[in-house]
């Protein structure tokens, strides 16, 4: 084994910059980025790979196509960073929750994947379906290894069915994309995850910088526009990285399949006398909207973002809490018309929640779902029906609590069959009363008398039996 060289600094040392001026952090190391994540003490790294792989054998002099040079680049490699190959993996605990953990040394050859990358993929992959461990990919590369040709870019299929495979076995997969995350690095283990952070200076992007168009806009290939388009949940800096860590993987593995109570009200707590009074309250500025219902819901949470198409929703609140002491997942609209990306953000959720077996809470508030012509662009109906779907076919049980306005169709696609409640000042109607006047061709001073005649109001809800009953008032 190659002597592991000497580090002398710890994460977040200042170290000077990459050679793009002063003050600026290295590059975390792999394993100083398990440092950063890890309890002290706690990694233990999985057997190397000629253990792994017996039957592979010895690779061939400069390996599968015989790239001259090759071996001595592999071995400068290792006398630089001390590692035997661009990953190393193991399992660790952090905070609460133990985990596998999958760590890029970029400075191995660009952190790049060849096959005994993947090799230590699909062990790391292995060992986390054997003992119902979430994986963390630490993640910092910049795509396939050339000098192994399509050997190299097959394993992206590999580490694609290994992660489908943990997937499918109901485990969480966290990623966090360090600087950079390019090429089949972030195409897998990158936007392939359940949830993706990134630190803030990060470079992601499926294109690594040597290969973009010449007139590409370098900031769409940043974390801060990822985010925006919604492929990253969130940015974290260094510091905060391992309690960031810490509550996802505790929020991500603490569910159980038992539903979730509705909320309580947190508006007025008489009903409203008339169909008009109803959707009156709904439109006050001072009614409390999803947040204040969240945040007196849960002792904490963290959100998701983005429907990984390239759209976000700001009307669409979407993730994990705890409430006494168990994860809930949640998806809350915020009295907005809703966009195309919110729905497939709220399905995105909920079949989150769905695999990995922990109930979700739905708060509904919108005047109905965006109709201008860029939600129809953007696959309003598609997106629409993709989310009844999602919530038709949810194993685990959905509580859905009306908090106001309730528009037709585009509320309805968030709320639970059978398990839906109300608060006092909410409405549900199959249209709102003033498209309703249009439609009957009916003068606009009879709107009033409309809302009375669509039954909207949340006690003749109940009467209608459309909803299971309505929540106290705290």
């Not at 002290?40 to 792989?53: I, Q």
């Not at 592999?74 to 190959?85: F, P, S, Y």
């Not at 076995?169 to 950079?180: E, M, Y």
């Not at 630190?199 to 974390?223: E, M």
């Amino acid at each position: 084994m190659t002597e592991r060289a000497p580090r002398g600094n710890g994460p977040g040392t200042e170290r000077g910059r990459r050679g793009n001026g002063p003050g600026q952090r290295e590059r975390w190391s792999a394993r100083e980025a398990i440092e950063a994540v890890a309890d002290a003490g706690t990694f233990a790294e999985l057997p190397a790979t000629k253990e792994l792989s017996p039957s592979r054998g010895a690779s061939p002099p400069n390996g599968p196509l015989g790239w001259e040079g090759y071996d001595a680049m592999r071995v400068r490699a290792g006398e630089r960073t001390g590692e035997e190959e661009s990953v190393v993996c193991g399992t660790a605990r952090v905070g609460a929750t133990e985990a596998v953990l999958i760590s890029f040394e970029f400075g191995y050859l660009g952190g790049s994947l060849g096959e005994r990358t993947g090799d230590r993929l699909e062990a790391a992959h292995t060992r986390a379906r054997e003992r119902g461990l979430p994986v963390v990919s630490l993640i910092a590369t910049g795509g396939s290894r050339m000098q192994e040709g399509m050997r190299a870019l097959l394993q992206l299929q590999r580490v694609a069915r290994q992660s489908a495979l943990t997937r499918a076995a109901g485990l969480p997969q966290l990623a966090v994309a360090r600087d950079p995350t390019t090429g089949g690095g972030w195409a897998t283990l990158g936007a392939g995850a359940d949830v993706v952070l990134a630190l803030p200076d990060a470079q992601i992007g499926f294109a690594g910088s040597r290969v973009r168009p010449a007139d590409a806009d370098p900031d769409a290939y940043t974390a801060r526009a990822q985010l925006a388009a919604g492929h990253v949940d969130a940015l974290v800096s260094e510091d905060e990285l391992r309690a960031t860590v810490d509550r996802w993987l505790t929020l991500l593995t603490g569910g159980t399949r038992e539903a979730a109570p509705p909320p309580a009200g947190l508006g007025p707590a008489r009903p409203p006398a008339t169909g008009w009074d109803a959707v009156l309250r709904t439109r006050s500025p001072q009614r409390p909207r999803a947040s204040a219902y969240l945040d007196t819901y849960f002792s904490h949470r963290e959100a998701i973002v983005g429907d990984r198409c390239g759209g976000t929703d700001p009307g669409m609140l979407c993730g994990f809490g705890e409430r006494e002491g168990r994860t809930v997942a949640y998806a809350a609209q915020c009295g907005t018309p809703t966009l195309p990306a919110g729905y497939r953000l709220a399905a995105r959720l909920i079949r989150l929640a769905d695999r990995l077996g922990i109930p979700v809470l739905t708060l509904v508030d919108t005047p109905g779902a965006a109709n201008d012509a860029e939600a129809e662009r953007g696959g309003a109906g598609s997106s629409i029906a993709d989310l009844f779907a999602a919530v038709a076919t949810v194993r685990v049980p959905v509580t859905t609590l009306l908090i106001g306005e309730g528009g037709s169709g585009g509320a309805l696609a968030l709320s639970a069959p059978d398990n839906t409640w109300v608060t006092p000042d909410s409405y549900f109607s199959v249209i709102a009363p003033e498209l309703a006047t249009a439609i009957l061709k009916r003068p606009p001073e009879q709107t009033r008398a409309t809302a009375d005649q669509l039954m909207l109001r949340p006690q003749d809800l109940v009467e209608l039996g459309v909803v299971r009953g309505m929540v106290p008032v705290v």
